[in-house]
């Protein structure tokens, strides 16, 4: 028996898209911390990263990861404003 995942993220590349277009010519930080954000993922892929790497979706290791996940060509649909 083969179990396969399946996420539709065709909505959540064209939030971020669209978050893009709205943010441009604007400044991005999005809070006072100095934090902004860079993109999303949907809640399978995350946890995909989370099980190869090791760690828990939430922490601020996860979230370096998925910035320089987000930063490569492969997942650069899921980037604020690709």
Same mark, same amino acid.
């Given at each position: 028996? #083969?179990? #396969? &995942?399946? /996420?539709? +993220?065709? !909505? $959540?590349?064209?939030?971020?898209?669209?978050?893009?277009?709205?943010?441009?010519?604007? &400044?991005?930080? +999005?809070? @006072?911390?100095?934090? *902004?954000?860079?993109? =999303? +993922?949907? !809640? $399978? #892929?995350? /946890?995909?990263?989370?099980?190869? #790497?090791?760690? *828990?979706? =939430?922490? !601020?290791?996860? /979230?370096?990861? /998925?910035?320089?996940? $987000?930063?490569? @060509?492969?997942?650069?649909?899921? *980037? +604020?404003? &690709?």
């Amino acid at each position: 028996m #083969t179990i #396969t &995942h399946t /996420a539709d +993220v065709g !909505p $959540l590349m064209q939030a971020m898209k669209d978050y893009g277009d709205i943010l441009k010519g604007q &400044h991005k930080k +999005v809070s @006072n911390t100095g934090t *902004r954000l860079v993109g =999303g +993922v949907d !809640p $399978l #892929t995350a /946890a995909m990263w989370a099980k190869d #790497t090791g760690l *828990r979706v =939430g922490t !601020p290791e996860f /979230a370096a990861y /998925a910035i320089k996940k $987000l930063e490569s @060509n492969e997942w650069s649909k899921f *980037r +604020v404003g &690709h």
